[in-house]
């Protein structure tokens, strides 16, 4: 057995990174198989001294989320948990992306994450697939807004097929805009959650950033240009053929989507699988498939997801 004690300047800090009635803390208990003991504004860590170790990282990587946001997110404290299980971190470094916002970043928080972000840097188009809530769409504006930022390209046009997700929606009332709307909000709001909301409406105004809906694609050759083609499993095969021939001189496109959640009719062939079978073997093209281990929404989403992929739940009948 052994120990090391962590140092905090104050006890509020302590109780902070504990959680409400001491949550947080069992949740690292549990997770690394140590023993946590405080001594006024010290923190002892007993166990073995691979336990130790992690445990002593675990802590310290909570920490820093909570300098960083004054606060500590129980998302987040599972998200730091996660990489215990079964995932090594061998060789992971960070790969932050500078917004270049009020010093503001967005870190990728999970390997596959790590790995995606790594291949946008690489490739000229890049493809991703994943459940819901693993950050497909929000990485990738992230990566827009640094590659625009940073002067190399001169736009970001976001772009999203119109289908409704087995609703019919009927008319929709405004002018083409306020019809879209409601199919491009997921992209809107990671650009206001990075940015202001003026320099957003700003950056709109001058057509440095485009959000538009497929169909609108069609005859367009986009040059220095940042493309994010989101819900990609959507498209038909001769959309997505249509959309990617877009891509102009010194431009980059970044596809995303779930392939378990295809709105098309069954009979058609979703454009983002049939694109990735035929370009993944081509130089500059990147495929990153995330998974439910990369999932960074509410704790509840990874389970939600996983208890779906397993199939149907066999169901008792009840006799009357």
């Known amino acids: 057995m052994s120990f090391e004690t962590i140092s905090f300047e104050n006890h509020d800090h302590i109780r902070t990174l504990f959680g409400p009635q001491d949550q947080y803390l069992r949740l690292v208990r549990d997770s690394v198989g140590i023993e946590v003991v405080v001594r006024g504004d010290e923190l002892r860590i007993h166990g073995e001294p691979d336990q130790v170790d992690r445990g002593r990282r675990v802590i310290n990587e909570l920490c820093a989320i909570i300098d960083a946001k004054r606060m500590l997110p129980e998302s987040d404290v599972h998200q730091v948990l996660g990489r215990l299980d079964g995932e090594s971190e061998e060789g992971h470094q960070s790969s932050g992306i500078d917004l270049h916002e009020r010093s503001r970043n967005v870190c990728p928080k999970t390997p596959g994450q790590e790995q995606y972000v790594r291949a946008i840097r690489k490739n000229d188009l890049v493809f991703c697939t994943g459940p819901a809530g693993c950050g497909k769409t929000y990485l990738a504006v992230a990566m827009a807004i640094n590659i625009l930022r940073t002067e190399q390209v001169r736009r970001i046009v976001l772009v999203r097929p119109a289908v409704e997700a087995g609703e019919k929606l009927g008319f929709?009332?405004?002018?083409?805009?306020?019809?879209?709307?409601?199919?491009?909000?997921?992209l809107l709001d990671a650009l206001n959650d990075m940015l202001d909301h003026e320099q957003v409406r700003l950056y709109m105004d001058h057509d440095v950033i485009e959000i538009v809906p497929l169909a609108f694609m069609r005859g367009r050759t986009l040059n220095d240009t940042f493309i994010i083609l989101d819900e990609g499993q959507n498209t038909t095969a001769t959309q997505m053929k249509m959309f990617l021939t877009r891509m102009g001189q010194d431009s980059r496109i970044v596809v995303t989507g779930d392939v378990t959640q295809v709105d098309l009719e069954s009979?058609?062939?979703n454009g983002l699988t049939d694109a990735i079978r035929r370009?993944?073997?081509?130089?500059?093209?990147?495929?990153?498939?995330?998974?439910?281990?990369?999932?960074?929404?509410?704790?509840?989403?990874?389970?939600?997801?996983?208890?779906?992929?397993?199939?149907?739940?066999?169901?008792?009948?009840?006799g009357r």
Do not use: M
Not at 172 to 186: E, H, I, S, Y
Not at 280 to 303: F, N, P, Q, T, W
């Open 267 to 269: 009979s058609v062939r």
């Open 172 to 186: 929709l009332p405004g002018d083409l805009l306020a019809k879209v709307n409601p199919f491009l909000r997921p």
């Open 279 to 318: 370009l993944a073997h081509i130089k500059g093209v990147g495929v990153v498939e995330l998974s439910g281990r990369d999932i960074v929404r509410h704790r509840l989403v990874r389970d939600i997801v996983s208890a779906y992929e397993d199939g149907e739940p066999s169901l008792k009948r009840r």
